[in-house]
């Protein structure tokens, strides 16, 4: 039986980062943007978790719940500023709200 490596697993990482990285570039809506930061901590996660049970160390594994503490107030935050700012302008599309701009 065959066992998937490493290098799959960072293939992997690598192609939902991309993923991640076309969305936050690509698209307008606030959600979407912020889904595609999700995704790219999401990579990482996996990128860490690989890296430690390859190396048989259990310092990735602690990193990554900082990285998910991470994720989980960037997205309470994140939601938290979406829904002010829904509230205030009407929309969350990204090209429409100029807050900053008088």
Known sequence: ???ITTEYYLLLSGILFTIGIIGVLTRKNAIIIFMSIELML???NLSLISFASSMNDAAGQVL???VM???AA???VGLAIILAVFRKKGTISIDNINM???
């Open 1 to 3: 039986m065959e066992f």
């Open 69 to 71: 503490a991470v994720a």
């Open 74 to 76: 960037e997205a309470s």
């Open 42 to 44: 999401n990579a990482v």
């Open 64 to 66: 990554l719940f900082f």
């Open 100 to 102: 900053l701009k008088k």
